[in-house]
């Protein structure tokens, strides 16, 4: 997709079509419909500039999925010199000013915003189904995913699906229950699935096909434990893998090797950064490889040491895991000499590599990278899938194949076949299994901004935070209050109808 990021930095800094969800003066959109949507082209360049927001610092370019990388139990703050905010997060005594809070919260509704006005635009036209349907769809896709990611971090939240033409419709607007908004997300995703193709031109995965909508309502059921329809949809994408053109990478490294191609199969939705390119507002500012980069390192690995893994997560992943080799630099050279992670800078512990060691043209620091970062692969559809059938019959043949399908692949040490991780026999019992599964997510999608939405989806916190196998404990866990983010304390200020606080803030 890097032929369409141009377009989307431009549209990013012209600002023509959005604007900040500050509901007291600043509008959500600006435009009528009918003055700015001419033909698809013009939603589609709306489109565009959803995805521009997305690929900004302040969501996946750090702000968004470092508060997700911190919240889990996977990485850990490092440099204890780093700005308060992400001590707070991490820590779990963040108050409702918390400023990486304030940073992302207006973006993910700017996001909605641009999906809001492609749609509005896309209908103004009168086209037929068929020729405006799949942007209509592509848009409804983003809205979902825009939300689906806002719900689980703070649960009730406004629920915007209109293009704004009149800011005072949305200045005394209240909070939607999360269970009515997790219908509107299925409802977009199944007009998406119904509408987008097969496959995206060139197969770029930075858009959106049926294989992707269907990929997250496998994620959302799951989210809702619905696992009859969570295995449903994963089945549907696994049974049409060849359709849509999925499929596991053969080595593992290549997945976090940039600049990844635009059509990578395993990726079902990815998040594309053009390298050494910026603009305003953060638009295409990559700076996740120095925020788990190793401060004093040389480059493309020196950085900053914020989020690191605790000795414990390091420790106790098995070293025959070729998934850890990617994972996890526990040497690196400084002043030209391999050292070990005992001598580095600030933080002696091993740091994340997997946005840190290939970050293709980007600075010496890493910044302004040209990775593209899945947020969706097929490897997680596997193992959806093996979670939700575990869940409907247990520890079937059909479910355990999945998670050996994703075992196979990580037998592959860079071309050299090797026997660890080992099949997963039959014979074990549903709890099990469920266990087995979660533990197969947290080392194959480790520091892919999952493990949160894990331990909240499943009520872990008490269990990985606090019990005796915790990898990074926090006894202050409170499960009355840490499973969400607080709202804004500002935006409670402006509008005072988006009341109560989340609980404990």
């Known amino acids: 997709m890097k032929h369409l990021v141009n377009k989307i930095l431009v549209l990013t800094l012209s600002g023509l079509l959005l604007s900040c969800v500050d509901l007291e003066e600043k509008p959500v959109g600006i435009l009528a419909p009918e003055s700015m949507f001419r033909s698809p082209k013009d939603v589609e360049t709306a489109i565009f500039g959803a995805y521009g927001w997305i690929a900004t610092e302040r969501l996946y370019g750090r702000q968004f999925v470092s508060a997700l990388l911190l919240r889990g139990d996977m990485a850990d703050i490092g440099d204890r010199g780093t700005p308060a905010e992400r001590q707070q997060v991490n820590d779990f005594n963040m108050d409702d000013n918390n400023n990486m809070v304030n940073q992302f919260w207006p973006v993910w509704y700017q996001v909605i915003s641009a999906s809001n006005a492609a749609i509005a635009g896309g209908e103004s036209l009168k086209l037929t189904e068929n020729e405006i349907n799949p942007l209509i769809a592509e848009a409804r896709f983003v809205r979902a995913f825009s939300?689906?990611?806002?719900?689980?971090?703070?649960?009730?939240?406004?629920?915007?699906?209109?293009?704004?033409?009149d800011p005072g419709t949305v200045k005394d607007i209240s909070k939607t229950p999360q269970a009515e908004i997790y219908q509107k997300i299925i409802a977009d995703l199944e007009f998406a699935k119904q509408w987008l193709p097969d496959q995206q031109p060139k197969g770029v995965r930075s858009r959106p096909?049926?294989?992707?909508?269907?990929?997250?309502?496998?994620?959302?059921?799951?989210?809702?434990?619905?696992?009859?329809?969570a295995y449903a949809e994963a089945k549907y994408v696994i049974d049409n893998k060849t359709k849509f053109g999925y499929g596991l990478v053969p080595d593992f490294q290549d997945l976090f090797r940039a600049p990844q191609p635009g059509n990578l199969q395993e990726h079902i939705f990815a998040i594309d950064f053009l390298g050494l390119v910026s603009g305003d507002g953060?638009?295409?500012?990559?700076?996740?490889?120095?925020?788990?980069?190793?401060?004093?390192?040389?480059?493309?690995?020196?950085?900053?040491?914020?989020?690191?893994?605790?000795?414990?997560?390091y420790n106790t992943w098995d070293s025959r895991d070729y998934r850890k080799e990617v994972s996890i630099d526990d040497s690196a050279r400084i002043g030209g000499v391999l050292q070990p992670y005992t001598v580095f800078a600030n933080t002696k512990r091993p740091h994340i590599a997997k946005y840190a060691r290939f970050t293709g043209r980007s600075n010496s620091e890493g910044r302004y990278s040209d990775q593209n970062y899945a947020a969706m692969r097929y490897a997680e559809v596997l193992l959806i899938a093996a979670e939700a059938a575990g869940e409907v019959n247990g520890a079937t043949a059909e479910a355990i194949g999945y998670v050996n399908e994703v075992r196979?692949?990580?037998?592959?040490?860079a071309g050299r076949q090797t026997n660890f991780?080992?099949?997963?026999a039959p014979g074990m019992s549903k709890a099990d299994f469920i266990n087995l599964v979660l533990e197969e997510r947290r080392l194959e999608l480790a520091f892919e901004y999952k493990r949160w939405y894990d331990i909240k989806r499943r009520k872990l916190g008490e269990q990985v935070f606090k019990g005796p196998n915790s990898l990074e404990p926090h006894p202050n866990f409170d499960p009355n209050r840490d499973y969400l983010m607080p709202i804004p304390r500002n935006e409670l200020q402006i509008n005072p109808n988006l009341n109560p606080q989340n609980p404990g803030y």
Request: glycine share 8%.
């Open 147 to 165: 939300y689906f990611h806002l719900v689980q971090v703070f649960g009730d939240i406004p629920y915007i699906d209109y293009f704004i033409t």
């Open 209 to 229: 096909s049926k294989g992707t909508a269907a990929s997250y309502l496998a994620s959302v059921h799951l989210t809702l434990q619905d696992y009859p329809k």
């Open 282 to 313: 953060g638009a295409n500012d990559d700076i996740m490889p120095p925020m788990t980069g190793i401060r004093g390192a040389d480059a493309p690995k020196s950085g900053w040491s914020v989020a690191v893994p605790s000795m414990a997560v």
């Open 408 to 413: 196979a692949r990580a037998r592959n040490w």
């Open 421 to 424: 991780p080992a099949n997963v």
